[in-house]
């Protein structure tokens, strides 16, 4: 039988990654020692087999052992070395290029700045959720075709109640959370990362930056909505914006609307941003329904409230006439510089 000590007095004198992995080849690889060993164990006896074949076990983890705390000195030399040969010299006379915030970033700070002028809550929220969060939570009924895995990327980690986990499809998510999270009355904007099984073209994306700000108190009404987002709008577009609001169905609304801002460029005229329409269709909005202020335990006779959610990317390409809101993620330093 092969003898431990002798083995790590072999693997003592080892002095260089080549003789470590010599040593390896004749006591742990395909062809080790210990196998034969292992193979002999046959032609025993049962009480003889589990003798031998707990000290052979027993030598075979302290070798290994051994072995990779030997080759974990030989690495971390090998990196010493590295690093000694890649020493900085900070006396030399280099140009530093200094870094910015990406377009994307500047543009979701800018929007958070205008928010908090007007003592607003950021918060962030999660991007992966509960199916019950990003859809039930929010008057999405299961059978919705947005719950589809067509249209919602499922994780494979499960939630306390054994539903899989998915990618938040939208900051609703967090609506009633935070609503029971702050309290009312309540002003909350949460910006963050949505992901959806969109095609990829110049105005969709897989993942792209999202955000939804809610506004929760008593005798809100449409007026009041009108009038804070023209303000918001223009506060973050740097132009006096004139918008409409045209009737459209979200099930976490009622009312819902679809709001077109007048086209900034040419305000109205003819661009090929707003293709002679004179108008952009900029987000979705409509008063907080009944039954998501019931699942944040608020009694809709008492309180009303009313949301809207909006791409980051969307306004970021109108607020610089950016054509292609993939030149966002592409990694094109080009386009980056440009905005730095």
Known sequence: MIELKHALWELGKVADAVQLDNFFQIYLGKRWLLNEEFKLLVSLGSEDKKDKWAKLSEIKTELTAAYEQKQQYFMMGK????LEKDLVDISLDVTTEYGSYSLLAKVRRDIEDVYKSMWFIIDYGHEIVTKFENFESVNIPLSHPATEMHDTIYLEDKDPSWQNLI?????????????MKYGVPLKLWSPGRVYRFDSMDASHDVMFQYAEGIIVD???GIAH???TMQKLLSAILWKNIIIRMRPSYFPFVEPGFEIDAQCPICGGTWCSLCKGSGWIE???AGMIHPKVLINAWLDPKEWSGFARWVGVSRLAAIKYGIKDIRYFTNGDLRFAKSFA
């Open 218 to 220: 008593k005798n809100l």
């Open 225 to 227: 909505f009108k009038d």
């Open 167 to 179: 990618l938040r499809t939208h900051n609703s998510a967090h609506q009633v959370q935070d609503i």
């Open 79 to 82: 990196i010493n070395e590295q």
């Open 282 to 284: 900029l987000l979705g």
